[in-house]
């Protein structure tokens, strides 16, 4: 298999994202299967068609149930709006297209479950974008993990700290919409949160949660770009239906405590997705805002020189550096999309599942949900309950 | 009021950051009344003894009750073991002495509350060495809150990381000693968050928690020195009664949300007091390792220079800067005491209650408690059930 | 003009960066005339055509003379080795062709002026290499400068360590050969430092210089990539004919004071390409190894909060930020090419000569050659002189 | 020998940061000798009494010539304005006094040799109060090299840079003064990392450097403390004779290079003395501002977890750090101070010189006429030259 023919559903922010892996991919990784663009798909048909002709698509199309049925398509994309991931993926399995599917892999856990299911009955590859995994840095964080150099794991905290919407004239754009987005903070930041916790320290098994929505009400949107809006000036306004913030502690399987913190309410925060691991031999240290860099402490250093060391994640030791520059020159966000498609590639070439994959939605929509469950019956709930 | 007679019961770690303490306020303090060193006292003499001619007391003793009744002292300074603190408060304040007490102020909230009843009825001043408040930089916080210059507050998450007892062979000191402690990380170093979050943020309202003993045995001790110590080399074990790490959630009276972790297995970490508070106009960040530092960050700020800001809170615009060194000169840790102690004496001297004092000891042993029920009982606890 | 038809001459490590950013602007920047990717050129015929390939050239060439002839180029994009750099740029020129040319210019300063000559005989438009200007963070600091907001300009310092070749056995590759590299760090790194102080401070107008080869003999080299390179296992070892580092002083026409240091032998910085200037209204400081920031200080500050505050240049506010993701979500190295080109392209369509240009390379050269011979004299030289 | 009787001369800046030391030895360093605080001495009759008072000394006294010639003395101390410490050195020396002198030793080469003859002559012991030489972090840079762990030394690079006089309208202080201080940045500053230079690395052999007064004149002064200072409201300006900055470049005999510079006007540094050393096996950073830390980077590091580790030089591994707090518990500028006069006292018991000494004083002292001559006649210099 020397290539891969992508068919893709959603052309906005992921949209984006994901073309340009495929784009990529060729120059920086020529080994691996070469995406070839066929098709990009959305309902706006003039704005398809701008971004077909922008990020390099053979062709725009408007009706994705024809796309997920043309036999010159291997892989289907998704990265529509939450809310129609479940129904374009269970078509597209039963048409037989490998599934590449945005995070949230569906709205609801039932739903998730849904589409695991109908993947694993058609056969097919199946993916969900956890991309923040593929940063080297991260990657060093589970090599060290995996090969018993913290020792045994004890702590695990993260935080997903966002700003953008702590002005509260802010609009009421689709993010902010229950029906649309699913939920807010914890949906949308938490969910990176779990799926690192569980890639680099494995699954939990009860969790407690709190969550709040601080500002209610909000102008009606106008237009909205990225995480970026302007209000539409008419002086309405419309309820906030997802949570602002939202914070709970966990049990892992291995015994170690968890604590975990989504919010968009944390002025001068851009974008600080964290975590902390403190293990039995040492700690890791992460924040995507210097995403080439990861903290890194070691007990058995010697007494006198101790401390976490900052490893700039791009020398040759690193995964993934080699396809980049030499070391010291970093790499950025959109690199993350590019090592993700690299392994869904890889693996449709080595015919084996992608990781991560719909078993990781999966797992990653049932903590999401065992945590809405305890705020809404404010209890512990165990991930078997789900 | 020109001068304090103090006599000091309790003579180790606290013990010699409160003496250095009295010797050093005459020096860079002063206007503020003079702390005379009357009597420091211990069980052990000889100890005892080595320890005033160290520390610069005028007498050593051994027999506290008979300390506190003496006519020529006027503050009878409390850091003996945890255990202690009570019977020594009630006798003191029941001979009209004024009391400082080293946190915790009790092993119980009904014993906290006994010893501010005891101290309210005898009509004495009282103060509770919470003493990071007095950090400069802290202070600085206080001061952008209390303008409101952060605005309203969303969020405050705190973490108290060390790591003195992550090798499984470090012995069972003391301060692991339920009997004698009370509690472990919880009630050593969670105390602290709880207070910086009532100084800074105000009253929670509910909790819960969750809480961990990694290491369940260790090697019977020998003798211990601050947080250093060695093993017996006896080769017998016994059990860990206190908790390594105890992590919380709450929500504040404010409408703030909170995350509090307290662990004395943070590989990396040797005194990670650390907290951040986010509000609707800005936010700050504290690590006491760098304690004379706090990041601020503005909303309002031009938007193409947002950012936080590292403020080295040693300007004469900083409280206490005055007294010390010019501009970048920084403090150490002993100077958060020689803060506290100013703070005692000068409310002395105006003839009011000092700030932090056994109404903040109580309510922050409320909090303590009601984590812990929360986590017996496995559920949220209303810090009103306390 | 909507797009702008190029031929390349080199495929190695710039020959990557270049492609990729012509490959790259139609998706980011819509708006840019569209480079087509005519032809790369290299002399080795099977190495070039394989970079034709994978970096998506229309055609492979081996002659550069035929290439620079063709009526179809518009602009030639020149990184071959420096030694090879002005008797391309000149025929090019001659025969009507844009120039892009990687940094240096030339192996000299006479040759340079050549350059500059045969360009403006030939009308055309010329562009030089030190994409480290088009940083959104550098770009923020150019600004604040322009707009006055840093004030009178004192100091200016600036150190590009990198220390690939600390290791003695690391073989002698062409980078460390005077006679196709022209110098070693100095004109390698130095010449971005001296590129950077002439954007942001102005022109110099006095230096004084120093360097060193640490290492006077390395083993021969078998391949290099990037910055890596392999022994060749002859045994045999060869002179090191540039220097290892070189730092210099000046003063700058505006009064203000300069500091430079470039070197391959900071043990810990893989790239850490850093200035900071102080001016009468604030400072700022830059580190390519966090290239996405720029720490900024105002003394017009309240007087609590004064501090350097850490600038994400990822906003909206900043340079180049809207065309990639939303705030927080950094960008790379890469990223610095894909700006340069768009000036580039920009100006042609524009009409105007882009920025930095020969001159730009002509007076850099002139410093470069200037601290030589300041250090070939040992004496203070006038960049008049030059 | 228990303890050593001290006159000091002086009692401002200085004065005060010494008798503290005096103070806190007994308590922090029982068993180095007491120093006995027998009298302190000074022009201002009222202010050296109420300065006795205030920090502890038995006696004041005015005539200096009458102190050093006092049978219960044993050691003077020299912290009065720098144009004083030769006569005093000489006259103390003479009266069979050990000797402690402030930096700088002298205002001249000549003078600083004449006091060490004096000194040497009547037998006497001698320090010169370097004291950035007793921050843990730097003791434990200097025992990594010491120990070999940092390889042959390739570059030593530092800065002091301060911000105080930033304001034109900040006024004359003596500081300013030619006649009393000696020299600017370069003598209050540079001399310090001169001094630190000599003790990591090695003695330079020859110089070049560059100075500049960029605010030429200011308003004449009111009064002074410590690095502040009001105006005098007068209106009258005089000129400053001094520099606001110094830069130099060095060669060590060692063979690497050195970069120097100091400054009283970068915009945002309060006091940041810095240095970063590199070396064949690793390198370390320092920064006074955190002043308890130590960056260090070793290449023999696993290549995946290559970077500078942060050490909180607070661990008992660290120098002085178990007379103090347990680790992570920071300290401040005046226990530089204090570990400074711990080895005065114990060079005294202990019958040896200290180190730092008045050779130590005189060849930095050296170091800074070479540069001054450089800047005088604008070509390098030799230090064999002075």
């Not at 073309?19 to 990529?24: F, G, I, T, V």
């Not at 991309?131 to 695990?156: M, S």
């Not at 997903?160 to 702590?166: E, G, N």
Request: net charge negative; proline share 5%; hydrophobic share 40%.
């Amino acid at each position: 298999m020397n290539q891969v023919r992508v068919g893709m559903i959603g052309y906005k922010f992921m949209g984006k994202a994901h073309s340009h892996a495929y784009r990529d991919i060729p120059m920086f990784f020529p080994n691996t299967p070469r995406p070839v663009m066929k098709a990009i798909c959305g309902r706006n048909e003039e704005a398809v068609r701008q971004a077909a002709g922008q990020f390099g698509w053979e062709e725009a199309a408007t009706d994705w149930r024809e796309l997920v049925s043309r036999d010159d398509i291997d892989l289907i994309d998704i990265n529509a709006p939450s809310d129609a991931h479940k129904e374009i993926a269970i078509a597209a399995a039963g048409a037989g297209k490998h599934l590449f599917c945005e995070k949230p892999l569906a709205l609801t856990l039932a739903d998730a479950r849904e589409m695991l299911a109908a993947a694993e009955t058609a056969g097919v590859k199946h993916m969900v974008g956890f991309n923040y995994r593929f940063a080297p840095a991260v990657q060093l964080a589970r090599k060290l993990i995996g090969e018993g150099r913290l020792g045994r794991i004890y702590h695990f905290r993260a935080t997903f700290l966002q700003d953008w919407i702590v002005d509260p004239e802010f609009p009421l754009v689709w993010r902010l919409d229950k029906t649309i987005a699913g939920s807010g903070a914890h949906g949308d930041l938490g969910a990176h949160l779990i799926d690192m916790a569980r890639f680099l320290v494995g699954e939990m098994t009860e969790v407690v949660g709190m969550s709040e929505t601080f500002v209610k009400e909000r102008p009606l949107p106008g237009s909205m770009t990225g995480l970026s809006a302007t209000g539409s000036g008419s002086g309405s306004k419309g309820p906030v239906t997802v949570d602002d913030a939202t914070l709970f502690l966990c049990r892992f399987a291995n015994g170690a405590l968890g604590s975990f913190e989504a919010t968009r309410f944390a002025a001068g925060h851009r974008c600080t997705n964290s975590f902390e691991i403190n293990g039995s031999l040492g700690s890791v240290k992460f924040d995507f805002e210097r995403m080439n860099e990861l903290q890194v402490y070691f007990t058995g250093d010697p007494a006198d020189v101790q401390g976490f060391r900052r490893v700039l994640a791009t020398d040759p030791a690193h995964a993934y550096s080699e396809a980049w520059w030499p070391p010291g020159h970093t790499i950025g966000y959109e690199h993350t999309f590019i090592h993700e498609m690299v392994e869904c590639l890889k693996a449709l070439q080595e015919n084996r599942q992608p990781v991560p994959n719909f078993h990781d939605g999966v797992l990653c929509q049932a903590v999401l949900e065992a945590v809405e469950r305890s705020i809404a019956e404010k209890r512990w709930v165990q991930i078997g309950e789900m």
